[in-house]
C-alpha cells in the first residue's frame, strides 16, 4: 500500500522550511503535498520517493510525524470521472477522511489520494477498481 | 464591637483564643501540633503574648489531614463543607456548624453595613457560587442585610447586563476584572450605563491596583469597595473597606493578623510588610490557628475616620508562593503540572502563559507533542486538545486554552525550569 508522510508543524514562520532543509540533505524528491490547517497547528502531507527515509530522516531530528496509508487513486484527467469516484465510494458508503488530488503534466494522469478509516481500507481499493479505475502501488505512485 | 477600645478587642480575642485552643485540641492534627510546644489545654495560653508559642499552620498542613483531620466536630453538627483546590490535586477541605455560618454571616452583614450598603439595596452576586467561598458568603450576608439578593453566579455576560437593568440592581459582587469586562460589553444589546442603577461594587477575589478601582469607579459612576478573604478562614469577609475606602478593616474579634518575615518566621511590627497569618477565632467545627495565607501585606495601626477601632490591612502586594489568580480562581502551576504529565501523548515540556485579552485574563497551556505517539491524525490530535482542556477543568475549575507545539519547540531551562510565563500589564 503506498504510504504519505504526515508531519505536524506549527503555525508559524520558518516549520516549513526546516523540514524541506532536511529532507534536501536526505536527496529526498517531493512528489506532491499539502497542507491541512488546524490554527495553532498544521499537518503537512507528503507522497515523496522514498517515504522511509523520509520518515526516519524527521524521525531522527524529533519531527512529530507518521507514516499513514493512502489510497491513491489514477483518476484519467476528464470531465465527470472524479465524479464516477465519488459516486462509487458514495454508493459503498466509503466515509473518505481526507484527500487531495494533483494531475501530472504532460501526461494529464489525475491522482487522488484518500485517507481512508483502517476498517474501510479494503473496501476501498476494491470499490474502485470494480469502478474501473487504477489503484497505484507504493512503488508506481514514489516514481510517477 | 467595631468602635470597641483596643484593650476590649484584645480582652475578647483572648477569651477567643482560649476556646479556640479548645476547640483545636479535639482534631488529630492540632492535638499532636499543640501538644509538641506543651499546649495541652486552653488554660496554657494566658495572654495573647502566648499565641507566638502555637506553630504556624500551612496549606500543605491542610491538605495532609485531608479529609477530617482538622475536625473539631461530628459530622451531624457539620451543616456546610466549602473546599478550595489544593496545591496538587488533594482539595483543602474547612466544615461548617451552625455557628460557624451564622458568624461568617454577622462578619459579611457587618462588611456590607460597613459600605453604606442597606435593605434597600438589590444586590447582584456575580461571584461563581458552590465549594468557592465567594458566592455563598456574600449571598448569606446581604439577606442578613435584608438587600435584594440575586444569585446570579459568575459569567455569561449578556445575562448579567440584562438582569442588571431588568431589576435596576445597585449592588454588585464581582471580580475587577470582570467588571471591566461587563462595562466593554455595554451598549452591545441596546443596554447603556445609564439605564442601569448601579451604585456600589464589591471587588475581591484578585489583586488589584488602586488605578483599576479608579478606573472602575470612573467608567461605571460608582464606589468600589475592596474585599478581602480566603476559604480557609471562612472566605470573604476577613477584612472589608468601610465607606473611607482607604483599605480594608480587619474584623479583628472574629481574626488575630500578623505580619511575619516569610523566610524566618519573625513577627513583625504594625507597618511592616510581609506575609499576613490569620488566626479563627470563632468557627468551631474547624479552628485554624496561626494560617500562613501567602498574601503580602502590612496592617495600619488603629485608627480610621469612620470611627471603627478594628486595624486595616493594605491592599495584598504579591504572594510568597508561585500561586496565579485566573480571573480570580487561584490556580497552582503543580496542579497543571500533574494534570499533564499523566497524559503520555504529551511530552515533558510545557509552559503556562497567561495574559490579558480583553479585561479578562487567559490562561494558556502550551505543550509539546510526544513524537513516538502521533499518528498523523487529526481527529486525534484534536481529541488529545481536548482530554488535556477536560482534564485541567477537573482540577483547577477553569478552562484553559491549550496549544499544541512540535518536540523541542518550547523554552529547555537549564536548572530550575521558568515554566510560568505571566505577560499580565504591571500596573
Known amino acids: ?144 | 464591637m467595631e468602635t470597641a477600645p483596643r484593650d476590649r478587642i484584645e480582652q475578647m480575642q483572648l477569651q477567643r483564643l482560649k476556646q479556640t485552643v479548645a476547640w483545636a485540641l479535639q482534631t488529630p492534627f492540632y492535638r499532636k501540633k499543640l501538644g509538641q510546644v506543651g499546649i495541652d489545654s486552653p488554660d496554657d495560653i494566658r495572654s495573647l503574648e502566648d499565641l507566638q508559642r502555637i506553630p504556624y499552620t500551612t496549606k500543605d498542613d491542610l491538605r495532609l489531614s485531608f479529609p477530617k483531620g482538622l475536625l473539631a466536630v461530628e459530622m451531624r453538627d457539620v451543616i456546610r463543607i466549602h473546599s478550595s483546590s489544593g496545591t496538587t490535586g488533594i482539595p483543602t477541605v474547612i466544615y461548617f456548624a451552625r455557628d460557624d455560618v451564622d458568624n461568617w454571616t454577622d462578619l459579611l452583614a457587618r462588611s456590607i453595613v460597613g459600605t453604606g450598603a442597606t435593605a434597600d439595596d438589590v444586590f447582584q452576586n456575580m461571584m461563581t457560587y458552590g465549594m468557592f467561598t465567594g458566592g455563598l458568603g456574600l449571598h448569606y450576608g446581604a439577606e442578613r442585610v435584608g438587600m435584594t439578593v440575586i444569585p446570579i453566579g459568575g459569567g455569561n455576560t449578556k445575562r448579567q447586563i440584562q438582569t442588571m437593568k431588568d431589576f435596576q440592581t445597585t449592588v454588585v459582587h464581582v471580580t475587577p476584572s470582570y467588571l471591566l469586562h461587563i462595562h466593554s460589553r455595554l451598549g452591545e444589546d441596546g443596554i447603556y450605563l445609564r439605564d442601569l442603577a448601579l451604585r456600589k461594587a464589591f471587588i475581591g477575589a484578585e489583586p488589584h491596583s488602586e488605578n483599576t478601582r479608579r478606573k472602575l469607579q470612573e467608567l461605571l459612576h460608582i464606589e468600589a469597595y475592596n474585599s478581602y478573604g480566603l476559604s480557609e478562614l471562612n472566605g470573604p469577609g476577613v477584612a472589608f473597606e468601610c465607606v473611607c475606602r482607604k483599605d480594608m478593616h480587619i474584623w479583628e474579634d472574629a481574626y488575630i493578623a500578623e505580619i511575619i518575615q516569610p523566610d524566618t518566621g519573625e513577627v513583625l511590627k504594625e507597618g511592616q510588610e510581609g506575609e499576613l497569618v490569620l488566626t479563627n477565632l470563632v468557627r468551631r467545627a474547624t479552628p485554624i490557628l496561626r494560617y500562613r495565607t501567602r498574601d503580602l501585606a502590612f496592617l495600619y495601626p488603629e485608627g480610621c475616620d469612620c470611627g471603627r477601632t478594628h486595624r486595616r490591612l493594605s491592599r495584598i502586594l504579591g504572594r510568597t508562593d508561585d500561586m496565579l489568580i485566573i480571573n480570580g480562581v487561584n490556580v497552582f502551576p503543580s496542579q497543571i503540572e500533574e494534570k499533564i504529565m499523566k497524559i503520555p501523548e504529551v511530552a515533558t515540556n510545557y509552559q503556562i502563559y497567561v495574559d490579558k485579552k480583553g479585561a479578562l485574563d487567559r490562561l494558556t497551556v502550551k505543550v509539546e507533542i510526544y513524537p513516538k505517539l502521533f499518528l498523523g491524525e487529526v481527529a486525534k490530535l484534536e481529541a488529545l486538545r481536548q482530554k488535556i482542556i477536560e482534564e485541567l477543568r477537573s482540577s483547577i475549575v477553569i478552562s484553559p486554552a491549550v496549544e499544541l507545539h512540535e518536540p523541542g519547540a518550547l523554552p529547555v531551562f537549564e536548572g530550575k525550569a521558568k515554566r510560568v510565563v505571566d505577560d499580565r500589564p504591571k500596573e
Open chain 1, 1 to 144: 500500500m503506498a504510504k504519505q508522510l504526515t508531519i505536524f508543524v506549527e503555525n508559524r514562520p520558518g516549520r516549513l522550511q526546516s523540514i524541506s532543509e532536511n529532507l534536501q540533505k536526505s536527496n529526498i524528491d517531493i512528489r506532491a503535498f499539502t497542507i491541512q490547517d488546524r490554527g495553532d497547528y498544521g499537518l503537512l502531507r507528503l507522497i515523496v520517493d522514498k517515504p522511509n527515509e523520509a520518515y526516519l530522516a524527521l524521525a531522527d531530528l524529533g519531527c512529530a510525524c507518521a507514516l499513514r496509508d493512502v489510497l491513491a487513486v489514477s483518476v484519467p484527467d476528464q470531465p465527470g470521472n472524479f465524479h464516477k469516484l465519488a459516486s462509487a465510494l458514495a454508493v459503498n458508503s466509503i466515509n473518505v477522511l481526507d484527500a487531495y488530488g494533483f494531475v501530472l503534466q504532460p501526461h494529464r494522469t489525475g491522482v487522488c489520494c484518500m485517507e481512508i478509516d483502517k476498517a474501510q481500507m479494503a473496501k476501498a481499493e476494491e470499490t474502485v477498481r470494480q469502478a474501473g479505475f487504477a489503484v497505484l502501488e507504493d512503488e508506481e505512485l514514489y516514481s510517477l
